[in-house]
Structure formats: structure tokens, C-alpha cells
């Protein structure tokens, strides 16, 4: 009888690498502490610990951070610009606005790119063509530049090149000759689109990344294929993977690569569990994500910022805050209890892992209320201290005039009030009540605060995925092939004809053709419009060419409130996005095996201790009853149900929770 074949998803967090193995239909898990000088020993090593053959392995489907972290820490390659003639500074001015509109001492990010390392040619172009020639030697003289400073990316970014792309490709193929071993990101390749500050920024941030994402990449794929492994493909921003090229071809476009995973882990799940209407609520050891799902479709945006940095790109609308299980609790100037931005990460960790670590976090508060139990292992190689989370917080609890289990549940509330903004503003914020939403919990922290979290907002079901732990690692084993692709109009509605807006859909779909043979990929049409004189767009869904206007407008008033049916209508942008699906396996869940556990422990919910029932998820199944106050302990996370929450397990796995 020959072996399943096995899909792999690995995702690399800031605290612990998760894998996830679909095997005929049953799935298997594994968690390992993340490996951040290199991701490639945490992968390799989630691999080796989850047992799995690496000779039935079919496909390995790969989450990363690194373009994340070396955009966040500024350890990117050495990157030069070269841009049309009077526009050096454009990454310096920006929008002309200030990171804090009232502290006039705040620094804005500096630029990626410094002002010596960015060159001119002479050149330029307009909406309609030439209007000054490519000036040879200009060129000429900016090639020497780029190989005098020694860089190794260049990013080159003209005037109008998202519509007439010839001069940038001129220089582009310049460089190529003259400097072979450096990354050439051209802006009409990148991100053809107008607005030249954020076309810049973005081709920036391909070229500053693409060496470090590039080396990297190269370096999981020889160890993964040694192993006897197919060579992997990467989560992109927008939900989907693609080959290991061209993420590395496309390093922008995978600045979320971590967190789109968990989002279509989400989506997957619960919609097999029948709801198609939710928000994800993934929180992990150093940042807690969040993102909305309306009809079963992932909500994705155009643009982010990220250390500073605007990055367009399609992407899964998630927005991000530091508050995770390692953020670190503190005391500010004022005497305030604070949490965050700074994390605790894999090393030296939360004071309770007893590895070197002495910050207070929101692990250690989680567990100092009981919430975690002492000695549980994480990771299968981290043994929690009670003792050691329990000085760290008696330290800040002496700096703010309170005990440590005061201290601790003060750490709880603050992060969970930073957790619900963020909510509240993929929700509320969008014209969406929370209140007609469920909140699917997942990451190995989401679960302990799904509950609290709900009541925050008035919502009454929570959903609890049987593999929460390792959700975005089960989204990569789930998830399909796609490639994105753009064409600009920047035209009134009424003045294209639909005859000019289906050829240039058919030329896009041409290329995904080309692109994703022989797989025969499925089209989705979008179009980013906008009303006369605005300067955001809404991207609408545009297969019927005939309802736009109403589509847009039906758009506007959700998002915005109102709709204004009596202004022009202006096409900015065509979107095409080409999927290859891959069969989803159905999970289903597991009897009971036996009858529950009867354990208890003190738990402290509300400021008051209580003895409550631990449950082991290992020994529920579909049918299995849960009735707050009680604590699930899952094998890679852990879930407080509050008083007045009761649930069950269905088919799929999902705790399903509910309060009247």
C-alpha cells in the first residue's frame, strides 16, 4: 500500500516556527522556538521534529518574516536610486506630512535609500510620451556612480514609467550589462501605477530587500530539496503562493507573507465549519494580527506602511499591533502600566521561559493568573516557570504600587484593550458591526483572550480551530497558486469603452497563462475607481462590466457611509488576479477518547480565584461540551472560556463557543 502523500505548511513567527502536515485528509502538527539569525535551521527543524517522510512530501508551501524583519530593522542590502532629473529628493518630501501631526520633534523614517546614493539621468516623459530624450551620457554617468558606490540593488524609478516604461527599460538594461551580480527593480515592473512617491517607495523596497529575501530563499531551497524535498513555494502578501522565484523576483510582495497565512487558515476552516462572516484574531508571541472576511472572501488591500515605509502591493487587509505573548510590560514616566512595542521574541523570551529572559510579558502575566500551567512545554523544548514570571511581575508591580497578581491582570487588560482597537477598526471603523461577525481565535495566545475580546464588542460566538496553534501553517498547506497584475487607465468611466477595458483584461490574462503553464488558472477582474476628484480608490469586483458604477458606488456607502451618485466615476486601475486551485482536503474531527479530564487548578478571572476544569482537547472529539468558567489546553495553544460561555466541538475540530 503505497504512502499519502503529504502537504507541508512551515511558518516562521517571531517566537516559534509552526508546521503543518496534511496526511490523507488527518492532519499533524509540530512547534519548535523560531531560529532568527537563521530561519532556515527553525524550518528544517519543525520538520525533523513533526516525523513526517521527507520522500512522501508532495509540496511544501513556506511562511517567512525576513522581508518583514529587514525591513523593520534596516538590514537590508546596500540599495542606489536612479530617477529623472529633478526628482532626486521625492523619497525625502514624501506627502509632505508628519509621522505625529502635534510633536514637532518627532524624526520621520529616513529614507531606505540615502540622498548619495541616489543618481538622475536626464529624461522625460509625459502622460502622452517623449517629451525630453534619454540623454546617453546622463546614463552613462549614473552606471559609473552605481558601480563607484558598490551597492547591491538598484532601484529605478522615472517619471511616467507606469505608462510609457521605454526609458526605464533602457536604463534598466544599462546596468545589466555594466553591473551583472547587481538586483535591478524597475518601477514599471514593480508597481505600474501613478503616484510617483508611493511607485518609488515601493520599487525601493523591492530592490532593498530582494538580495537578503533572494539569499535566503536560495539557501531553504538547497536544503529542502537535499532532504529529499520538492523545492518550496512562498506565501505572498495577497493570500497566495507562488514559486520560490518569483517571490524572490518580487520581494515587496512578501513583506506579510507570515501573516496572510494565518488569515487564509481562517477562512478555510471556518467556512467548513459553516460561517463565512468573521474576523481573525491571530496572536502570536510578538505582534497580534487581525483582519476581516465578509462572505467568505478575504478582504484585500492595496497598500501598507511598514516601518515607515509605503508598500503598495496587493495584500490581505490585516492590521497589525504589538501585542503579542512576549510583548513587554512596563512602567512609563507617568507611572502608567504599559505593553509593547517591545517584545521579549524566542531569545531571551518571556521571564517564565527560563532562558536568560527578566522582562515581564503577556506570557508571564497568563501565567501568574493561572491561565498557563506551570511546567507546560512550549515548543516541546520550553518548560514555563511560574516562579520566574511570578518575580518579574512582583518587580513591576513594586514600580506601579501593587501586588504581582494585580500587576498581572492590569498586563492582561491593557494588551486586550490594544487587541479590541484593532478590531474595532477592521470593523467599526469600516462600516462593519462586530456584532453580526464571529471572531475565529487562533495563534498560540489568541485563545486565552478570544472570549474577553468578544465581550469587548458585543459579539456572541467565538470559533477555536482544533489546530489554532498552527493556523497559519495549515493556511500555507491550503493555500493556492496566484499571481497579481495591474494595468493603469486613469480615465473617467464614462469614456472607456467596455470594448478597451476587455482587451486589456484579456492581455492580462494572456500573461497568467503564460505565466502558470500548464496549470490552467482561474480569473478574478477588479478595478480600482474612484469618484472625480478624490485621491483614494476602492477596489471593486468589475466580471460585470455593466454594473460597475452601481458596484462602486454600493462600496462607497459601506465604507464610507455615504455615496455620491451624481459625481464622474474615474477608472484608475484594472486588477486581474489568477489562481490555481489546489484540492482542500475536508478534516474531519475524532470521536472523544474516553471521558473528559477532571483536573483543576486556580484560576483567577474578574480579580477573584476560583477552581476550574481543565480540559484536554487531545481527549475531546465532535460532540464534545465545554461550559465556562474552564480552560481547553490544545496541544499548541491554550483557551480560557469565560463564565457565562458554553461550546461544543463539531465535525470539523472547531470549539465552538457561544454566549446568549
Known amino acids: 500500500m503505497s504512502t499519502p502523500l503529504i502537504r507541508l505548511g512551515v511558518d516562521v513567527g517571531g517566537t516559534f516556527t509552526d508546521l503543518a502536515a496534511i496526511v490523507g485528509g488527518q492532519m499533524l502538527a509540530a512547534k519548535v522556538p523560531s531560529t532568527p539569525a537563521n530561519q532556515a535551521l527553525g524550518v528544517m527543524r519543525a520538520i525533523a521534529v513533526s516525523g513526517v517522510d521527507p520522500t512522501a512530501v508532495a509540496a511544501l508551501a513556506h511562511g517567512t518574516t525576513v522581508a518583514t524583519n529587514a525591513l523593520l530593522e534596516r538590514r537590508g542590502a546596500r540599495t542606489a536610486l536612479i530617477t529623472t532629473s529633478g526628482f532626486r529628493d521625492v523619497l525625502e518630501i514624501g506627502r509632505q506630512d508628519r509621522p505625529s501631526l502635534y510633536d514637532l520633534n518627532e524624526a520621520r523614517p529616513a529614507p531606505l535609500v ?126 497566495g503562493v507562488t514559486e520560490i522565484e518569483e517571490a524572490a523576483r518580487r520581494s515587496a510582495a512578501c513583506v506579510l507573507s507570515g501573516p496572510a497565512g494565518g488569515a487564509v487558515g481562517a477562512a478555510y476552516l471556518a467556512e467548513l465549519s459553516g460561517f463565512r462572516n468573521f474576523l481573525t484574531f491571530d496572536m502570536g508571541g510578538t505582534s497580534t494580527d487581525v483582519a476581516p472576511v465578509v462572505d467568505g472572501n478575504l478582504e484585500v488591500t492595496a497598500e501598507t506602511i511598514i516601518g515607515g515605509i509605503p508598500i503598495r502591493s496587493p495584500m490581505i487587509d490585516i492590521h497589525t499591533v504589538s501585542a503579542g505573548g512576549g510583548s513587554i510590560a512596563w512602567a512609563d514616566e507617568g507611572g502608567a502600566l504599559r505593553v509593547g512595542p517591545r517584545s521579549a521574541g524566542a531569545d531571551p523570551g518571556p521571564a517564565g521561559y527560563g532562558i536568560g529572559g527578566s522582562d515581564p510579558t503577556v506570557t508571564d502575566a497568563n501565567l501568574v493568573l493561572g491561565y498557563l500551567p506551570d511546567g507546560a512545554r512550549l515548543g516541546g523544548e520550553v518548560a514555563l516557570q511560574k516562579a520566574q514570571a511570578y518575580k518579574a511581575l512582583e518587580t513591576l508591580g513594586t514600580r506601579l504600587g501593587m501586588t504581582a497578581v494585580e500587576a498581572a491582570a492590569g498586563v492582561i487588560r491593557v494588551a486586550e484593550v490594544e487587541m479590541a482597537g484593532a478590531l474595532r477598526s477592521i470593523s467599526v471603523e469600516r462600516g462593519l458591526d462586530p456584532r453580526d461577525f464571529v471572531l475565529v481565535a487562533f495563534g498560540g495566545a489568541g485563545p486565552l483572550h478570544a472570549c474577553a475580546l468578544a465581550e469587548e464588542l458585543a459579539m456572541t460566538t467565538v470559533l477555536v480551530p482544533r489546530w489554532s496553534g498552527v493556523l497559519s501553517a495549515v493556511g500555507l498547506a491550503v493555500s493556492d497558486q496566484r499571481r497579481d497584475y495591474l494595468r493603469p487607465v486613469v480615465a473617467p468611466l464614462a469614456e472607456v469603452s467596455n470594448e478597451d477595458l476587455v482587451g486589456r483584461y484579456r492581455e492580462m490574462e494572456a500573461a497568467a497563462v503564460a505565466d502558470l503553464a500548464p496549470a490552467q488558472p482561474s480569473f478574478r477582474r477588479l478595478a480600482d475607481l474612484r469618484y472625480r476628484g478624490q485621491s483614494f480608490e476602492l477596489t471593486v469586483d468589475a466580471d460585470d462590466l455593466g454594473s460597475m458604477r452601481e458596484t462602486f458606488d454600493a462600496a462607497h456607502q459601506r465604507r464610507y457611509g455615504y455615496a455620491m451618485d451624481d459625481e464622474p466615476v474615474q477608472v484608475v ?71 457565562g460561555w458554553h461550546g461544543v466541538i463539531d465535525e470539523v475540530g472547531t470549539l465552538v463557543l457561544e454566549r446568549p
Request: charged share 25%.
Open 114 to 239: 540615502p540622498r548619495e546614493l541616489r543618481f538622475t539621468v536626464a529624461e522625460r516623459m509625459g502622460p502622452d510620451g517623449v517629451v525630453t530624450p534619454l540623454d546617453a551620457d546622463s546614463v552613462a554617468a549614473a552606471v559609473e556612480g552605481v558601480g563607484r558606490a558598490k551597492v547591491e540593488a538598484v532601484a529605478v524609478c522615472l517619471l511616467f514609467a507606469f505608462r510609457h516604461p521605454e526609458h526605464e527599460q533602457q536604463v534598466g538594461a544599462a546596468i545589466r550589462v555594466a553591473l551583472p551580480e547587481v538586483r535591478v527593480s524597475l518601477s514599471s515592473e514593480v508597481l505600474p501605477e501613478f503616484r510617483e512617491y508611493e511607485r518609488f517607495s515601493t520599487t525601493v523596497a523591492d530592490a532593498y530587500l530582494g538580495p537578503t529575501l533572494s539569499a535566503y530563499l536560495r539557501r531553504l531551497g538547497e536544503m529542502v530539496v537535499a532532504a529529499g524535498m520538492p523545492r518550496p513555494v512562498v506565501m505572498q502578501s495577497s493570500g
Open 573 to 643: 486601475n484594472l486588477r486581474l488576479v489568477a489562481s490555481v486551485p489546489d484540492d482542500k482536503p475536508v478534516l474531519r474531527d475524532t470521536q472523544p477518547a474516553g471521558k473528559p479530564s477532571s483536573a483543576r487548578r486556580p484560576v483567577n478571572i474578574g480579580g477573584a480565584w476560583a477552581e476550574v476544569r481543565i480540559f484536554d482537547r487531545t481527549t475531546l472529539g465532535t460532540g464534545s461540551k465545554v461550559k465556562g468558567p474552564a480552560i481547553v489546553e490544545f496541544p499548541e495553544a491554550t483557551c480560557l472560556v469565560r463564565p
